[in-house]
């Protein structure tokens, strides 16, 4: 694996560019730093921001200088954000020359393209195909991932127009898992490690619950979402414990969706299925991410693709009919045929929704190491890849109802929900597009308030994600939340 070099003097832009540099050369080492002139290493981009208001780009392949781009702008005649599209296209076109690639999402690196995409085609009162060609013209992205968006965007915004700027959503994490996943870097901690606080947590999310009937003024949530880690890693007796809490201090009577993020099917039994349908939890997920024995043990997942029949079908049996099932594109070792396979295993189970990940490579997770050691990951055609799977899921009836993107991930691409009919993920929808306030309760979880007044506001709040200092300092976590939520004391 080569290493390359981006050097700039122009720290404005510098995220920009390092981004935009990754997403063209995946799998490459890079690192950035200051610099007036190039440093002369053998890989090395060089942007640099000269005294007569140009911006020129030089890059190194080896030791041959090979590319010198130079663009002119005027910021006089336009304002801050404007001159930062001018250069970010200049970016992305110089780098599009140098590599002979085109990214699905062009420039845009930010987590929301929905938002983007419908707010243009609303402010700018366009058809969809002016909304296509305006996304392309500034941002450089595909007439294809432009139907998609607006397409989301549509419907996202039909099924929000009840929750839009009213009412409020729960979400409760739980830290512990059966084991962590070499692409994970949410909050894990594994439960046969970490069994002995498992009751003081509960009390603190009781605790929680408590402050929260005051904090939100005795109304109830749209959503409840319990996720983690993986929330089934608890007991039966224990999980029974946490969704009674919940019965008990939580106002049901306005809840749309009730989901609990079952996950792993090591985790699973007929016990927990069972105190899952008694308190009414309406949605689950049983998460394959791959089809692939192999795999599935390379990534540490302790638990087997008959297992995981096993589980979806006990589900099933005990009454569940919103199934959500995860996959992830990009795992290591797997190519186009695995892909496939996976995708022939949905298709016989036929849950209820599917949510296809392209694999991002978080700096928390232990995937950077073992790339460090192993090389590159995968060298399949992930646009193929997404496109298989969204043929899967035009098999099984679903429209694609959310999307998301993340830094880092395979194929510069997305992570994109599909459900059937009556089968959406509200929850995912409200907390990716941001329309409603989220009161998050447990270690590790950001609180969010999205103001009502039309000035577009968010404010959020966190707690503690070492999970020793969460249960020593719970007071003050939810006197985070009292002084987020505006509860007078």
């Known amino acids: 694996m080569r290493e390359m070099i981006l050097s700039y003097n122009i720290e404005s832009f510098e995220y920009d560019v390092y981004a935009l540099?990754?997403?063209?050369?995946?799998?490459?080492?890079?690192?950035?730093?200051?610099?007036e002139q190039p440093t002369g290493s053998r890989d090395e981009l060089h942007v640099h921001q000269n005294e007569d208001a140009t911006v020129s780009m030089l890059f190194f392949a080896g030791d041959v200088f090979s590319y010198d781009k130079e663009y002119v702008f005027t910021p006089s005649s336009a304002g801050e954000k404007e001159i930062k599209w001018e250069l970010k296209r200049f970016f992305y076109d110089s780098l599009s020359d140098m590599s002979g690639r085109t990214l699905p999402w062009g420039g845009l690196t930010g987590v929301r393209p929905t938002k983007l995409i419908m707010?243009?085609?609303?402010?700018?009162?366009?058809?969809?195909?002016?909304?296509?060609?305006?996304?392309?013209?500034?941002?450089?992205?595909?007439?294809?991932?432009?139907?998609?968006?607006?397409?989301?965007?549509?419907l996202e915004d039909s099924l929000l127009e009840p929750h839009r700027g009213r009412g409020y959503s729960l979400y409760i994490g739980i830290p512990f898992c059966p084991s962590t996943c070499l692409y994970c870097s949410f909050l894990s901690y594994a439960i046969y490690a970490y069994q002995k606080y498992v009751d003081r947590y509960l009390e603190c999310i009781r605790k929680e619950l408590q402050a929260m009937t005051g904090i939100m003024k005795g109304g109830g949530p749209d959503t409840i979402y319990i996720g983690g880690g993986t929330p089934t890693a608890l007991?039966?007796?224990?999980?029974?414990?946490?969704?009674?809490?919940?019965?008990?201090?939580?106002?049901?009577?306005?809840?749309?969706?009730?989901?609990?993020?079952?996950?792993?099917?090591?985790?699973?039994?007929?016990?927990?299925?069972?105190?899952?349908?008694?308190?009414?939890?309406?949605?689950?997920?049983?998460?394959?991410?791959?089809?692939?024995?192999?795999?599935?043990?390379?990534?540490?997942?302790?638990?087997?693709?008959?297992?995981?029949?096993?589980?979806?079908?006990?589900?099933?049996?005990e009454g569940f009919d919103n199934i959500n099932m995860d996959l992830i594109l990009g795992l290591p070792?797997?190519?186009?045929?695995?892909?496939?396979?996976?995708?022939?295993?949905?298709?016989?189970?036929?849950?209820?929704?599917?949510?296809v990940h392209s694999l991002a490579?978080?700096?928390?997770?232990?995937?950077?190491?073992?790339?460090?050691?192993?090389?590159s990951i995968s060298g399949m055609d992930y646009e193929l890849a997404m496109k298989m799977a969204q043929d899967t899921a035009d098999a099984l009836k679903m429209k694609p109802y959310y999307l998301y993107r993340q830094k880092n991930m395979a194929g510069a691409l997305e992570n994109t929900g599909f459900a059937r009919e009556g089968r959406y993920g509200l929850y995912n929808i409200i907390i990716m597009e941001e329309v409603q306030s989220i009161y998050a309760i447990g270690a590790g979880t950001v609180s969010k308030k999205v103001f009502t007044d039309g000035s577009g506001r968010i404010e959020r709040c966190d707690t503690h994600k070492d999970l020793s200092?969460?249960?020593?300092?719970?007071?003050?976590?939810?006197?985070?939340?009292?002084?987020?939520f505006g509860e007078d004391k």
């Open 333 to 355: 070792g797997e190519d186009l045929n695995d892909v496939s396979h996976t995708l022939d295993c949905v298709r016989e189970l036929a849950p209820d929704s599917l949510t």
């Open 361 to 375: 490579i978080k700096r928390a997770s232990r995937m950077k190491e073992w790339i460090s050691q192993h090389g």
């Open 119 to 154: 707010g243009t085609a609303k402010e700018q009162a366009l058809s969809d195909e002016g909304v296509i060609q305006y996304m392309y013209d500034n941002y450089r992205v595909s007439p294809e991932k432009s139907s998609l968006g607006l397409k989301i965007a549509r």
């Open 469 to 484: 200092l969460y249960l020593s300092d719970i007071e003050a976590m939810i006197e985070r939340k009292r002084k987020l």
């Open 235 to 317: 007991s039966a007796d224990e999980l029974g414990r946490l969704l009674d809490l919940i019965e008990e201090y939580v106002p049901m009577e306005n809840v749309k969706e009730f989901t609990v993020e079952a996950g792993r099917p090591d985790s699973l039994n007929a016990d927990k299925f069972a105190v899952m349908k008694k308190y009414k939890v309406s949605r689950i997920s049983v998460n394959p991410q791959t089809f692939k024995d192999d795999t599935l043990k390379l990534i540490g997942r302790r638990h087997t693709v008959s297992q995981l029949y096993e589980a979806f079908a006990q589900a099933r049996v």
């Open 21 to 35: 540099l990754t997403s063209f050369y995946p799998g490459e080492s890079s690192k950035q730093c200051i610099a």
